[in-house]
């Protein structure tokens, strides 16, 4: 930034993880242990599996489990959002670079005469 003649902005920064409450640190991590749903047909990104959430809670002796699937939930609608948005916007560019190739003329065979 000094490159550019002007001082950083702390309040412009992206946030960290060691910004946010303890609780919601938590929930970060157990919501990154929870494995991904992909629809095999689409390809469509569809959240979280929650069925080792009660497990992952267990393991790890989080007290405040309420709180901590509140988080986690909201943490995942963003994170589901942000996932199909790229992969919608990684489709566009992939149809734009296909389309974008200029179409073949149909092939023509010359007789040159022969029968």
């Known amino acids: 930034m000094e490159r550019l003649g002007r001082k950083p902005d702390p309040d412009k920064a992206p946030l960290e993880q060691y910004h946010f409450p303890t609780e919601v640190q938590v ?43 509140l988080f986690i939930k909201q943490i995942d609608l963003h994170y589901s959002a942000y996932t199909n948005d790229k992969l919608e916007k990684e489709r566009k560019a992939k149809e734009v670079r296909t389309s974008g190739s200029a179409p073949k003329p149909p092939r023509t065979i010359k007789n040159y005469g022969k029968k």
């Open 27 to 69: 929930a970060f991590f157990v919501h990154s242990m929870l494995p991904d749903r992909w629809d095999g047909a689409s390809g469509s990104y569809l959240g979280k599996d929650w069925s080792a959430l009660s497990t992952l809670l267990e393991v790890y002796e989080i007290e405040e489990k309420q709180i901590t699937v």
